[in-house]
């Protein structure tokens, strides 16, 4: 094969992520090993109040340097050579950073406000608004997963923009219609809903319609 299809096929492959700060670590760690499950190569970038985040709320304290953060991730997550990398926020020759070399799927899950405000406004700071920046601009797929409550009418400016603009909103909200059991079924609620609109395969969590319906009186 042609070293620029190459190229191409690895980039249609591949997927960016993003943690950042809000609440909602277990949903990016769950998607996280969903996506290296599936096979794609994931391109992962965790914003520092995300590292927090983690910490407080999976108890994952993750190693400052990217490489570092690289290696013990993809041993705890069983990623094969190569398939995982981690970037850090001022990284701008990575991949993530150019139109020419980005893969066309984003989501920053969890997302906080602070990083919806930056995307909405086109900030560029740090290589997590960059990359979503580019996702917009060359139309490719982004989802973001805020977890705030309630939104004020800022967040919901920012959501409307991005909305327009293409993006997918999709606010950390899972239902209750499959009789979720654990924690555990919430995330993967969320999780399934993220990868049906990336159309990856998955068998999380029970569709609605399928299966043994609740009766009602």
Same mark, same amino acid.
């Given at each position: =094969?042609?070293?620029? +299809?190459? @190229?191409?096929?690895?980039? +249609?492959?591949?997927? %960016? $992520?993003?943690? %950042? !700060? #809000? @609440? !909602? #670590?277990?949903? !990016?760690? /769950?998607? $996280? /090993?969903?996506?290296?499950?599936? !096979? /794609?190569?994931?391109? $992962? =970038?965790? *914003? *520092?109040?995300? /590292?927090?985040?983690? #910490?407080?709320e999976q108890g994952l304290k993750l190693p400052g340097s990217p490489e570092a953060c690289e290696q013990l991730l993809s041993e705890q997550l069983g990623a094969a050579p190569g398939q995982l990398r981690v970037y850090g926020k001022e990284q701008w020759f990575?991949?993530?950073? @150019?139109? *020419?070399? #980005?893969?066309?799927? =984003?989501?920053?899950c969890p997302c906080s406000t602070g990083t919806l405000a930056a995307v909405a406004t086109g900030m560029s700071n740090n290589l997590i608004e960059r990359a979503a920046d580019v996702v917009l601009k060359e139309r490719g797929q982004l989802l973001l997963v805020p977890r705030e409550t309630p939104f004020? *009418?800022?967040h919901l400016e920012h959501m409307l923009k991005l909305s327009n603009l293409g993006a997918v909103i999709m606010p950390a909200a899972p239902g209750f219609y499959h009789q979720p059991q654990s924690i555990d079924d919430l995330v993967d609620f969320m999780v399934a809903r993220i990868l049906d609109h990336l159309q990856i395969e998955h068998h999380l969590s029970r569709r609605w319609g399928y299966g043994t319906p609740t009766q009602s009186n």
């Open positions: =094969m042609h070293q620029r +299809d190459q @190229s191409a096929q690895k980039r +249609d492959q591949s997927i %960016t $992520l993003a943690f %950042t !700060g #809000a @609440s !909602g #670590a277990p949903y !990016g760690l /769950r998607l $996280l /090993r969903c996506l290296l499950e599936s !096979g /794609r190569n994931v391109h $992962l =970038m965790i *914003s *520092s109040a995300a /590292r927090v985040v983690l #910490a407080e990575s991949p993530v950073a @150019s139109g *020419s070399g #980005a893969p066309r799927q =984003m989501v920053i004020n *009418s800022i």
